[in-house]
């Protein structure tokens, strides 16, 4: 393992210093933040015999780190940390300056440095982050607005921090509730397809000799089978095509429309549809009032 140096920001607002062993730098990171510790600085200890594997391993971390997006624990760190050193009386900027050092997130990074450059020739807060429309939603924007014109930009940040973590657990419990139904679909359907292609074809050769009129659906089975084993990559390109369309979809209002009208309609599913985003619509609804916005522009 490497030792690292590190200097911190306390709940307090206190500047504290000292080293912790681990084999990456993240490794820290993560530490001092469930140490509520707000990373300033972080330095490989230059008596640390094992430099030299310290440095390879984060390189190869990096690299695959540039194929993953910003997630909503990259958001949630930026903001809690954020709120903590604003909190402690260091300047915005600043506060940009040193996440743009901690991150670990290359793309995250990249953009909070955006933001830096912005605010440095210029720009509202809640401007520069509104260059950046597919990491911060509106939401963002608005509550960031309201806590330059009030002061309170630790109570806003504090507040987004908050919001992504209710949004993360309400992900988690989806995700949970909904494991078993895919699981019995992604089952089903690998079913019918190893039925269609190997077993349903053993028997067609039966029928074939047999001179006994096949009855429709028996005749539709096999139409169905044939056409599954004949025509393995016509389906694997319709699945991909299938999938690139949605993600375009997902550009236009009135295709998101369409599919959350479907969603809400289905039986079981549709009622917890809802049931999600009528919390999810209190939650927002509660973060904006108790931030300042009025209730005609909340709505």
Same mark, same amino acid.
């Given at each position: 393992?490497?030792?690292?140096?590190?200097?911190?920001?306390?709940?307090?607002?206190? +500047?504290?210093? $000292?080293?912790? %062993?681990?084999? *990456?730098?993240?490794?820290?990171e993560k530490w001092l933040s469930n140490q509520h510790l707000s990373p300033i600085n972080i330095t490989l200890s230059s008596s640390d015999s094992d430099t030299s594997?310290?440095?390879?391993?984060?390189?190869?971390?990096?690299?695959?780190?540039?194929?993953?997006?910003?997630?909503?624990?990259?958001?949630?760190?930026?903001?809690?940390?954020?709120?903590?050193?604003?909190d402690a009386g260091i300047g915005i900027l600043q506060c940009l300056t040193i996440m743009a050092k901690q991150v670990s997130n290359p793309t995250l990074k990249e953009i909070i440095k955006g933001i830096s450059?912005?605010?440095e020739r210029g720009d509202d807060l809640s401007s520069a982050f509104a260059r950046h429309p597919k990491v911060f939603n509106p939401l963002f924007i608005n509550? +960031?607005?309201? $806590?330059?014109? %009030?002061?309170? *930009?630790?109570?806003?940040?504090?507040?987004?921090?908050?919001?992504?973590?209710n949004e993360k657990s309400i992900k988690e419990r989806i995700k949970a509730a909904t494991r078993y139904p895919k699981i019995v679909i992604t089952a089903l359907f690998g079913a019918v397809f190893f039925l269609m292609s190997?077993?349903?074809?053993?028997?067609?050769?039966?029928?074939?000799?047999?001179?006994?009129?096949?009855?429709f659906a028996t005749r539709l089975l096999i139409a169905i089978s044939n056409f599954f084993s004949n025509n393995y990559l016509v389906i694997i390109i319709a699945v991909i095509?299938?999938?690139a369309l949605y993600r375009f979809g997902l550009n236009y209002r009135e295709f998101i429309l369409a599919r959350d009208t479907f969603l809400i309609k289905l039986p079981i599913f549709g009622e917890l549809y809802i049931k999600i985003y009528m919390a999810r619509f209190c939650r927002v609804f509660s973060v904006l009032t108790k931030s300042g916005i009025d209730l005609i522009k909340t709505l």
């Open positions: 393992m490497a030792h690292f140096q590190y200097e911190a920001i306390n709940q307090d607002g206190q +500047i504290v210093t $000292g080293s912790h %062993s681990a084999e *990456l730098i993240q490794e820290v594997a310290a440095q390879s391993l984060p390189e190869r971390t990096s690299f695959l780190d540039k194929f993953r997006g910003i997630t909503i624990d990259d958001l949630i760190l930026f903001c809690r940390q954020t709120a903590t050193m604003l450059q912005g605010i509550i +960031i607005n309201i $806590g330059e014109e %009030s002061g309170t *930009l630790d109570n806003s940040f504090n507040y987004l921090a908050g919001l992504y973590e190997f077993v349903v074809p053993k028997f067609v050769t039966l029928f074939e000799k047999s001179s006994v009129a096949l009855p095509s299938l999938i």
